[in-house]
Every structure is written in C-alpha cells, then in structure tokens.
C-alpha cells in the first residue's frame, strides 16, 4: 500500500451539509495542515418554504461551522443537475413499479461528479466528504489502482452508498472519518465547540425528508388504483393506490390484515406481505407468512454493472454480497452473463429481493462494486 504525500499546502473542498459529520470532517482537514474549503451542495429548490424542507438551516448551520473553524465557505446550487440526473430517474424507476436507491445515484452523479469538477475549478486538488468509509491506494503485481474499504464503524459504514465510484473519484476523495466511531466525532465536534455536536442525523431521501412518502410521490405522479389479489390463489384481496407506493417485502399499509389466509376463511391470521408487482395489470400480489417460499430467492441478476477496479470479479470465487443496505454481508459467487449483466449466486436465500434496489459485492472489506436487482 503507499503512502499519500503530506498534507501541507494541499487545497481540498469539503461538502458540507450543515451535519456533524462534514463539520468534523472538515475540522479535521484544517488542523492535518490541508488548505480546507467548504461548500454547501444545494440540490433541490422545489419547495424551498416547505415545512419539510431543512435546506435554510443548514446552510446556517454550515456557515456557522465554518466560521469557527476558520475556513471559507463556497455556495454552489446543483439543483437542475439533480433534478435531470437523480430525480427524473427516481420517478422512472417507480412508475415501472422497481424502487430505486436515490442516495446511490446522487453520490455518483452529484456529489462525486458536479462537485468533483466544481471544485477541480476552484484549484482543488482533493474533495472530501463526511461519509463513513476509506479509500486507499494498492500496488500489487505491478499494478497500482485506488480501492474503497468499509469503515472502521461498522453501524455506520457507507460503503454501499458509494459503489458507483471509480478510480477518477476515489483518487482525489478524502474520507476522514473512516477510521472513527459515531461517538467519538460528536465528542470532537463538541469539544471544538460546533454548535452541531449534538445534531439529529438526517433521515430518508434527501429531497423527501420527514414528510409522508406518498403525500410526496402523488405530487409528481398520478395514482393509478388497481387490485390486490393473492399470489398462491388468485383471491381479490383488496385493492391498492398505485404500485408505487409498495415494495416487494412490505408488510404495513395493506390494509388487509383481518384476512386469513384460505379461501374459506380459515387458516392462521399471519401477516400478509407484498411478494410481486405486476405492472402490465397494475396487480399487486401479497402472500401470507414471512417465511412464504416467494418472498426467499437464491439468486439475483443484475445490471448497470459498476466495478471499482475496472475490471469483473473473479468468476466462481466466493465473495459477500449486500442486496439491501441494512443487511449482513451473504457469501456469494458472481456469475457473468453478458455485457453490463450478472447473476449472483447467493449460499442461502435471500429476503425480499426487490427489483431497483444495488446489490454491492465485497472482499473481505474491499467494496468491488455492484449494479441494480432486476
């Protein structure tokens, strides 16, 4: 592994976001030598006066950072690059009934893009963020290539959320917090006196926030009611408000919880979840039972493939695989099928698999990239 070159004089921007992270992050940079730029990313504008909308206060809250860390401070508005490359997509994907990870396509397309080469224009020769994770640069068998690791912090590694990075992101991007717990950045912060140290982190997607998701997603598209019929027997269930609004694997808001499970009413008051959206009939199919054979699957393909390194993973070589964020890592093989598609073998099933979401290949602690369940 090499060593990076010493700090002193180096410029580097920080995305700042008005949380404790990006501000320890950043007070960190300063007091290692680096020459500490922070920048504020504002990326959605479309209800600025929305009660959800926090994008106001945190500006304060960074520029109040800044200034007693003693860094400048940069405002760039990214909205229409959001709204073109991470929003439009997001109503894509859930009108085609798939439920997509926007957080995922933000980093790649936002803040490791856009603000990449903002800050490249400002003389930058680094970017760093506050995100739970570590980069670091590998020479092997005469080749020399960046890799990102999971955190030190494993409840709060980020990993996932970063596998769209490539050797171009990951050469110039900083990490500070990578080796660090939760609890010790709060102790920094509130001992540097940030008025952000004790902070509630953000929740949900970005430009979504606290509010209702269905209030949100009926602003943009229109509700399309259909049948809820069960996947086993066909039984007309109840009906939904639009195949958006369900995932595979949901078990809240059916509103079809008093129906037992046989068609003549007997049968044991087990849980219903959704298992399939049938899009062509605007049919959601539910089963009844956690553990019914339908929600578990062994396998998955994938596409819009990402691998870090460049290069595919070795075939039939045992890795670890996440298919959700807030799952353990599963001993996996990843399997080739044609160009941009894969299919990867899980050794016991999986809950839940659902079409949209990134499933993220590892070694050990080395993420290698991923792509999206189809």
């Not at 929003?87 to 603000?115: H, M, Q, W």
């Not at 490249?120 to 963020?129: F, S």
């Not at 099928?337 to 050990?364: C, H, K, L, M, N």
Request: some cysteine; glycine content about 10%.
């Amino acid at each position: 592994m090499s060593s990076e070159k010493d700090p002193n004089g180096t410029k580097v921007v920080v995305g700042m976001s008005g949380g404790v992270d990006s501000a320890v992050a950043a007070l960190l940079l300063k007091r290692q030598g680096y020459d500490v730029t922070g920048l504020f990313m504002k990326n959605w504008e479309d209800d600025d006066d929305d009660e959800y909308c926090s994008t106001r206060q945190d500006l304060v809250d960074v520029a109040s950072v800044c200034d007693v860390i003693g860094v400048d401070l940069e405002v760039v508005n990214f909205s229409a690059e959001y709204k073109e490359r991470v929003f439009a997509d997001f109503l894509r994907e859930y009108e085609a009934g798939r439920t997509p990870n926007p957080d995922v396509l933000c980093n790649s397309e936002i803040k490791f893009r856009c603000f990449l080469d903002h800050a490249v224009q400002l003389g930058a020769e680094r970017i760093a963020t506050g995100h739970y994770a570590r980069v670091r640069r590998w020479d092997s068998d005469g080749r020399s290539e960046y890799q990102l690791l999971k955190a030190e912090d494993g409840t709060k590694d980020q990993s996932y959320f970063l596998y769209r990075l490539g050797q171009r992101q990951l050469a110039r991007t900083l990490f500070p917090l990578g080796g660090m717990y939760k609890r010790e950045v709060r102790r920094i912060a509130a001992d540097a006196g940030l008025h952000v140290a004790d902070k509630k982190d953000s929740t949900g997607i970005c430009f979504i926030g606290e509010r209702p998701f269905r209030e949100f997603l009926m602003r943009y598209l229109p509700t399309r009611p259909g049948e809820i019929r069960g996947l086993d027997d066909d039984r007309l269930l109840g009906e939904h408000q639009g195949l958006m609004y369900h995932t595979i694997g949901q078990r809240k808001g059916l509103n079809i919880g008093g129906i037992k499970g046989n068609q003549d009413g007997s049968g044991e008051h087990d849980a219903w979840y959704v298992a399939a959206k049938d899009v062509t009939n605007n049919v959601l199919r539910v089963v009844q039972g956690h553990d019914h054979p339908a929600l578990l699957k062994d396998r998955l393909v994938v596409t819009d493939l990402n691998w870090i390194a460049g290069r595919d993973p070795h075939t039939h070589w045992v890795y670890t695989a996440k298919p959700r964020y807030r799952t353990p890592d599963m001993p996996c093989e990843v399997d080739a099928i044609d160009e941009g598609r894969a299919e990867i073998v899980f050794a016991q099933p999986q809950w839940a698999i659902t079409p949209g979401q990134s499933v993220v290949v590892y070694e050990s602690n080395v993420c290698l990239g991923g792509g999206i369940i189809v």
